[in-house]
C-alpha cells in the first residue's frame, strides 16, 4: 500500500514498509525512510505506480480552475473530500483527491487552511483585495522591468527626472523605481549614481554632489515661503560718524562694517555690526524659518542663505542708505594702541563704501601702509586699523604663548572661488589670497576684538550666551561650542562668542539678541539654563559640520575640473605627510600611490594621469623629486587654527 502525507508542511508519497500503533514505517521513491504519523496520511491508494503519483497530481493540480473551486465550495470549513465530489461530479481517484489537495493547499489567497485537509473560502472582499494585489505586484514587476530596460538602453525615465536626488539619496527602497535603477545598476556593473549621470538624469557630477547634499539637508528644497520683513522693535538714535565695509566683491550678506573718529589722544573704533536682532525675535517666522537652516551654505559660485532675500536686502550694511547695527566702540590711545574705553549701542549709522577686496588688494599692502603710499578710498581709516590690528595680532600671540602654543602661522594663502559662464560652458577661477594680507588681517583681528569684548559684556550682565572655547592641546584641545564663557587659548582670548555675522549663522543672532538686552531695554530672548540653547548649539554645529563638508567636497569638484580646463599633465607638489602631496596653486590635496617615504615639504614632481568628478580622486604618478627639505621641523604646519581661518573669512 502507498500513501500520500504531509511531513513539514510539504506534500510527499511513499510506500508503507510496516505499521505501528497510530505510525507507519515509509519508504519515498527517492530510497529515503522515514517514520510518518497515521493522522499525517491523507490518502492510501494502489492503483497508481509511486514514481509517477506525485508528478502526476502536480499536472491535474495545475488544470484544476481556481475561480470555479472556489464558487464550489462550501461557505464553512470542509475536507479537501467533500468537495472532490462537487467538483469532478464523481467520488474522486487518489489522483484526483491529491491533485486538489494540492491546489487548495497552493491558494492561500482563495482558501484558508484549517487543518490537515481542512479549509475554508476567503470571503469574497477579501478574495477581491487579494487579487488585486497580485495583480497590482504583477503590474509593478511589468513596469519595473520596462525600467530597467529604458536605463539599460541608457534612456532616464521620465517619471523619475523630477526627484532624481531623492531616488538616489534617500529612495523609497520598496518602490519600483529605486529597484529598477538598482537592478539596471547591478546588470550593467555600475554605481546607481553613474548609471543616473550615464542616462542624463544629471547634467554633470557637480549636480550629482549638489542633489545628494539637497536630498539630506534640504528634502524640501531651497526656496522661502512669502513672508514680510518686520519692523524694528526700538527706535534707534543716528551715529555721530559714517562706516564702510569690506568684503569680497560676491558678498551680498554685508554685516560687519568699520568706523575710525579722531578723540584726544587717539582715536575712537568702531565695529558695526548689523542687527536683524532689532526686528526678528526668537519664536517669529523670520527666526523659524533661520534656525532651520542655522547658517548661510557657500559653494563655488553659488550660496543658499540663511535668511530669504527680502530679509537680507532689509538688513545688510549697504553703502548710500542708513542701516540697524549693533555698534561696539573702543577708545585707543595712539601712543601705544591700548583700549581705555569701550562701549555698545544699538544705533543707526550711514554705510559710505562697500569695499571691495577686488579693487583693493593689490593697492592696500604692507609697504603702502607703511610708507602712507596709494590711493584708494578711506585710506586714513584704513591706516589707523591696520597699526591697531598689528597691536592686537601681538596682544593675542602673547597670551597664545604664555597658554603654551606656538604663534599663529599665517603666511600661507586663501583661495578664492570663481565660477563665469562662458558661451554655455561653466569655467572655474581659483585665485590666492595671502591670508595674513594687511586687509584680512586688519578685519580678522577686529572680528576677534568684538567676539571676544561681547563674550564678556554677556558674563558680566549674566546673560547666557553660545561660546566657542579652546582649551588644552592635541584632540582635547579642539574647539567646541558651550553656553558659558571659557577660555579661547588657540585665538588667546578669555572667552569667544560669535556675534558678527547674524544674517550668516544663527547662533551670532542668538547671541546678538542677548547683546541687545543687556544695552537696551529688550529683555532676554533665553533665560539662564534655558534648555531651548543646548539644543541650539547641538541643531548649529550638526549643520555647520554638514555645510563645511559640503563646501570642501564642491571645491574639490572644481579643484578636478580647473586641471581639465587648464590642461595640467605634469605639475609640482609637495609633500604633506605619508603618501599625500598638495598642490602650491590650488587647495587640492592627493593621495600618491607608492610615494616613498619623503620629509614633509618635499617638492616632487607629478604627472597627472586622470581625474574622476564622480568619487573625486585623481590618478597620478611621481616624475621626479625636485627638492628634499634639510629640517622638515621648519616647515610650517598645514593644520592651521580652524578659528583663525574662520575669523579671516568673516569677511
Known amino acids: 500500500m502507498n500513501v500520500f502525507f504531509e511531513e513539514d508542511g510539504a506534500f510527499k508519497a511513499g510506500a508503507v514498509l510496516a505499521e505501528q500503533q497510530g505510525a507507519c514505517q515509509v519508504e519515498l521513491s527517492s530510497g529515503k525512510r522515514t517514520k510518518v504519523k497515521r493522522a499525517n496520511v491523507l490518502i492510501e ?32 470549513e470542509f475536507g479537501f473530500s467533500d468537495l472532490g465530489a462537487d467538483y469532478f461530479g464523481h467520488t474522486p481517484t487518489a489522483l484526483e483527491s491529491a491533485a486538489l489537495i494540492l491546489r487548495l493547499h497552493g491558494a492561500p489567497m482563495y482558501f484558508y487552511r484549517k487543518g490537515r485537509g481542512r479549509y475554508k ?24 522591468a520596462h525600467y530597467v530596460e529604458e536605463f539599460k538602453a541608457n534612456r532616464m525615465p521620465a517619471v523619475m527626472q523630477a526627484h532624481v536626488g531623492e531616488l538616489l539619496f534617500r529612495p523609497d527602497k520598496n518602490g519600483v523605481e529605486y529597484k529598477a535603477l538598482e537592478q539596471a545598476a547591478h546588470e550593467l556593473g555600475m554605481t546607481p ?18 542633489e545628494r547634499f539637497l536630498a539630506l539637508q534640504f528634502p524640501s528644497g531651497t526656496g ?98 542708513e542701516c540697524a547695527a ?3 566702540y573702543f577708545d585707543v590711545r595712539e601712543s601705544d594702541w591700548s583700549i581705555t574705553d569701550q562701549r555698545s549701542r544699538a544705533e543707526v549709522v550711514f554705510i559710505t563704501h562697500n569695499l571691495r577686496h577686488n579693487d583693493l588688494d593689490a593697492a592696500v599692502t604692507e609697504e603702502t601702509l607703511a610708507a602712507g603710499s596709494g590711493e584708494f578710498p578711506c585710506k586714513a581709516e584704513i591706516g589707523v586699523l591696520w597699526r591697531f590690528s598689528q597691536a592686537l595680532f601681538t596682544q593675542r600671540q602673547a597670551a597664545r604663548v604664555a597658554a603654551g602654543l606656538k604663534p599663529e602661522v599665517n603666511n600661507r594663502s586663501d583661495y578664492n572661488f570663481y565660477v563665469e559662464d562662458s558661451d554655455g560652458a561653466e569655467r572655474v577661477i581659483i585665485s590666492q589670497r595671502r591670508r595674513d594680507a594687511p586687509l584680512d588681517k586688519l578685519v580678522a583681528e577686529l572680528m576677534i576684538l568684538t567676539n571676544s569684548s561681547w563674550g564678556k559684556l554677556l558674563a558680566v550682565h549674566e546673560a547666557p550666551g553660545i561660546y566657542r572655547t579652546q582649551q588644552g592641546f592635541g584632540a582635547a584641545g579642539r574647539v567646541r561650542m558651550v553656553t558659558h564663557p571659557a577660555p ?36 532676554l530672548a533665553y533665560e539662564r539654563n534655558d534648555a531651548d540653547l543646548f539644543a541650539v548649539v547641538s541643531g548649529f554645529e550638526a549643520a555647520y559640520v554638514a555645510y563645511a563638508e559640503f563646501q570642501a567636497t564642491m571645491e574639490r569638484y572644481w579643484c ?57 580622486s585623481v590618478e597620478c604618478r611621481l616624475l621626479a ?21 574662520a575669523q579671516a573669512a568673516e569677511s
Open 45 to 76: 491508494f494502489k492503483d497508481v505506480a509511486l514514481s509517477t503519483f506525485l508528478p502526476e497530481a502536480q499536472r491535474l493540480s495545475g488544470e484544476i480552475d481556481l475561480d470555479f473551486l472556489w464558487e464550489c465550495a462550501p461557505q464553512d
Open 121 to 144: 473560502p476567503a470571503p469574497a472582499e477579501s478574495l477581491k483585495a487579494a487579487l488585486a494585489g497580485v495583480e497590482r505586484k504583477k503590474q509593478l514587476a511589468l513596469l519595473q
Open 193 to 210: 549614481s553613474r548609471l543616473v549621470l550615464a542616462c542624463g538624469g544629471l547634467a554633470t557630477p557637480r549636480q550629482l554632489h549638489l
Open 224 to 321: 522661502f515661503p512669502e513672508l514680510k520683513t518686520p519692523a524694528p522693535l526700538l527706535e534707534l538714535p543716528a551715529a555721530a560718524t559714517g562706516a564702510f565695509s569690506i568684503d569680497d566683491h560676491t558678498t551680498t550678506e554685508i554685516d560687519d562694517a568699520l568706523s575710525v573718529a579722531p578723540i584726544e589722544g587717539g582715536w575712537r573704533i568702531g565695529v558695526h555690526i548689523s542687527a536683524p536682532g532689532i526686528s526678528i525675535r526668537r519664536g517669529d517666522t523670520l527666526d523659524h524659518v533661520a534656525r532651520q537652516r542655522y547658517s548661510t551654505v557657500y559653494m563655488p559660485g553659488d550660496k543658499f542663505t540663511m535668511l530669504p532675500s527680502t530679509a537680507v536686502d532689509a538688513y545688510t550694511l549697504v553703502a548710500g542708505r
Open 326 to 328: 549693533l555698534s561696539l
Open 488 to 523: 579661547h587659548q588657540g585665538l588667546g582670548v578669555s572667552q569667544y562668542a560669535w556675534s558678527t555675522s547674524p544674517l550668516r549663522r544663527y547662533v551670532d543672532l542668538v547671541n546678538q539678541w542677548q547683546i541687545l538686552a543687556c544695552v537696551t531695554d529688550l529683555p
Open 560 to 616: 578636478l575640473r580647473w586641471l581639465v580646463q587648464e590642461n595640467v599633465r605634469v605639475t609640482e607638489a609637495i609633500v604633506q605627510r605619508e603618501d599625500w602631496v598638495r598642490l602650491p596653486d590650488i587647495p587640492l590635496q592627493i593621495r600618491v600611490p607608492g610615494l616613498p617615504s619623503l620629509a614633509r615639504g618635499t617638492r616632487v614632481e607629478l604627472e597627472i594621469i586622470g581625474t574622476d568628478e564622480v568619487d573625486l
Open 625 to 645: 623629486i625636485i627638492e628634499e627639505v634639510d629640517d622638515p621641523s621648519l616647515v610650517s604646519d598645514d593644520d592651521v587654527d580652524a578659528e583663525a581661518i
